[in-house]
T-cell receptor, first 111, second 114 residues
Framework: DQQVKQNSPSLSVQEGRISILNCDYT??????FLWYKKYPAEGPTFLIS?????DKNEDGRFTVFLNKSAKHLSLHIVPSQPGDSAVYFC??????????FGAGTRLTVKP | SQTIHQWPATLVQPVGSPLSLECTVE??????LYWYRQAAGRGLQLLFY??????ISSEVPQNLSASRPQDRQFILSSKKLLLSDSGFYLC?????????????FGSGTRLTVV
């Protein structure tokens, strides 16, 4: 039962342009959403999060948008840099229990 | 700060052999601990989680097991490995009950079953 879905396995953008990574979820009880960044052979690292009572959270070049009615969230990276190339995982929390992850999207930022 | 140690970093094991992966946590007490697996081309699958010593919950029935003999130690084991057990295994910890920064992950173990 995949409650968190990232339908795009990969995304390629040019340096300096915007990267938009998408995530959909099915469980309306999720109350917190997070994005993680993962480099090869390393553990994921926390990037940014958003509470279900908000629709936007911004941290530097990273902004997460939440559309609860559509059960959809997205991560915007502006401007994209080559060092942003990694796999990005969307995750969701319900009632402070274990986290559910999407399948990940591999972002490649070309110089 | 919270630090998670996992070892070994890589492991190649024959089918049918036993497995023991260890994870230890520093900088916190009574953390929630998790084992995840990332199979090739797939997302992070939760295998086990533990809210305290000796307390293990399993998410997916399989030939793997987990144990928590000490507060900050989490072990993933198998008596007989299968080819399908190959993957990237990650230990994770969450500090306290209200941590909206999610989990802290270890550096992972790449397991190849041959």
């Amino acid at each position: 039962d995949q409650q968190v879905k990232q339908n795009s396995p990969s995304l390629s953008v040019q340096e300096g342009r915007i990267s938009i990574l998408n995530c959909d979820y099915t469980n309306s009880m999720f109350d917190y959403f997070l994005w993680y960044k993962k480099y090869p052979a390393e553990g994921p690292t926390f990037l940014i999060s958003i509470s279900s009572i908000k629709d936007k959270n911004e941290d530097g070049r990273f902004t997460v948008f939440l559309n609860k009615s559509a059960k959809h969230l997205s991560l915007h990276i502006v401007p994209s840099q080559p060092g942003d190339s990694a796999v990005y995982f969307c995750a969701a929390l319900y009632n402070n229990n274990d986290m559910r992850f999407g399948a990940g999207t591999r972002l490649t930022v070309k110089p | 700060s919270q630090t998670i140690h996992q070892w070994p970093a890589t492991l190649v094991q024959p089918v049918g052999s036993p497995l023991s992966l260890e994870c230890t946590v520093e900088g916190t007490s009574n953390p929630n601990l998790y084992w995840y697996r990332q199979a090739a081309g797939r997302g992070l699958q939760l295998l086990f989680y533990s809210v305290g010593i000796g307390q293990i919950s399993s998410e997916v029935p399989q030939n793997l097991s987990a144990s928590r003999p000490q507060d900050r130690q989490f072990i993933l084991s198998s008596k007989k490995l299968l080819l399908s057990d190959s993957g990237f295994y990650l230990c994770a910890a969450r500090l306290g009950a209200l941590s909206y920064y999610g989990y802290t992950f270890g550096s992972g173990t790449r397991l190849t079953v041959v």
